[in-house]
């Protein structure tokens, strides 16, 4: 889920979108979440209620290349399931060829975030947020805007669509509009829950066994004063944003974590500036969301430019107390960033606890989440490959 639009834009997208978004509600309907007892229910708009028929059409459409311009992308281009719905890169490219500035973003239980994407606090649902990869142009990712009339040309002339969204939208008709096209497939996101990784079933499920000794040790050093990792990937989903059916408020962070520092005033590259693109505020310049946890060793490369390539090197930024760049036009000590979070404040580690913190972050990777057939393309494994 890349920024994929200037602060501007995507504005623009959200003021006219808002206008058709109800209130949230935590309920969901009738619909079957199929959650352990110790996580709480997602919240969901109140005028787009979750439903088996719903989530199967958001599913085709995710999946589904007609979404984009020239067809040859879907929102699964950038968000792969068996790499916990990232994509592998550091940024990716659009329609055009031209490459975003921002990381996809992973969407394990992103039913449970108040804000979306890396920088953006009036990204609030996931209807909304699907009208940014669509119509952005700045980066320009799957570039339909201008074509919606013969996108919904494209789906209506599928034999399996009109019925599918007769069924998902009986209220509407089964209407192809933008409207339903970003409720479905906002309804198939909040299904992409991730509970049953090894950390899951040893500390809520009453598995003593099922993560290593290493991975406990870990467990305590990311729990512990020493590193103070639990501040910003706290809760069950390993992040200060999270929003669900027992909180009474939202709860949102966005940090500057030390990563750039270009004119040692505390710049970052002039194309990512952080939270401060949309607040305009001097000290959100590197500010971004912090992401989940969840399934971290399969979601490389890191941060939100993609610009650190594995967890060891995570590690070694936040035990630097921030990151040098020493050549090229980012140079800089990220250290010593004015608006850097007192959180990183740097570290010692030995070999064996950076073993063991890894151990811990593998833990967190839910295998049956990323291969289950659920969320899997269903135009795959023999399905009829939908008409270009």
Known sequence: MRAGATAARVTAIVAVASLALGLLTGAGGGFEWRLPAWVPLPVVPAD????AEKVNLGRHLFYDTR?????SMSCATCHRQALAFTDGRAVAPGVDGTDGVRSAMPLANVAYLPVL???????RTLEVQALVPMFGEHPREMGIAGREQELFARLRADARYPSMFRAAFPDQHGEISLATITRALAAFERTLLSFDSPYDRYRYGGQPEAISAAAKRGEALFFGEKLEC???HSGFNFTDNQQHARLAHPE???HNNGLYNVDGRGGFPPDNPGL???TGRAEDEGKFRTPSLRNVALTAPYMHDGSVPTLRAVLAHYAAGGRTVTTGPHRGAGARNPN????????????DEIGDLIAFLESLTDDRFVTDPRFSDPFAKGSPTPTR
């Open 252 to 254: 949102i962070g966005y």
């Open 48 to 51: 787009n209620p979750m439903s």
């Open 276 to 278: 401060r693109e949309v």
């Open 340 to 351: 850097k979070s007192p959180l990183v404040a740097g570290f010692e580690l030995s070999e």
């Open 230 to 232: 639990y501040h910003c």
């Open 67 to 71: 979404l984009s311009a020239d067809g």
């Open 117 to 123: 994407t890396w920088a953006n606090p009036n990204l």
